[in-house]
């Protein structure tokens, strides 16, 4: 999930980088990468559950007209976010599947 539409993200890679890509092709692109999003993303929460001190944030964002909760995990080696429609300790627990870091 990013928080930027397809439509702004096509204008600012043409009027940044000249490079004209539709929004189409962008679906397309990142729906091809997902497999390797979802590894990378298995790595990092691999890290962050390991971890004796982890941070964690939490802020609105406006995703489609709604309201969501963009929250924010990291330790010294990584940060990931993580945005759900919820507020709730669930998320944390998602997140950190049972890990309890030394300090939080």
């Known amino acids: 999930m990013h928080a ?6 096509s204008r600012l890679l043409l009027e940044l980088f000249g490079l004209g890509i539709s929004e189409g092709a962008l679906d397309a692109a990142f729906r091809r990468g997902k497999l390797r999003f979802d590894a990378d993303v298995a790595s990092i929460l691999a890290c962050l559950r390991r971890a ?7 802020t609105s964002v ?3 007209g709604r309201t969501c909760s963009n929250w924010v995990f990291q330790n010294s080696k990584v940060v990931i976010h993580v945005v ?3 507020r709730g300790a669930g998320v944390v627990r998602e997140v950190l599947n049972g ?5 939080r």
């Not at 004796?52 to 939490?58: A, K, L, Y």
């Not at 890990?99 to 300090?103: D, T, V």
């Open 84 to 86: 759900r429609n919820s």
């Open 52 to 58: 004796r001190v982890t941070c964690s944030d939490e």
């Open 4 to 9: 930027i539409s397809y439509q702004r993200l």
């Open 62 to 64: 406006r995703i489609d």
């Open 99 to 103: 890990h309890r870091p030394a300090l």
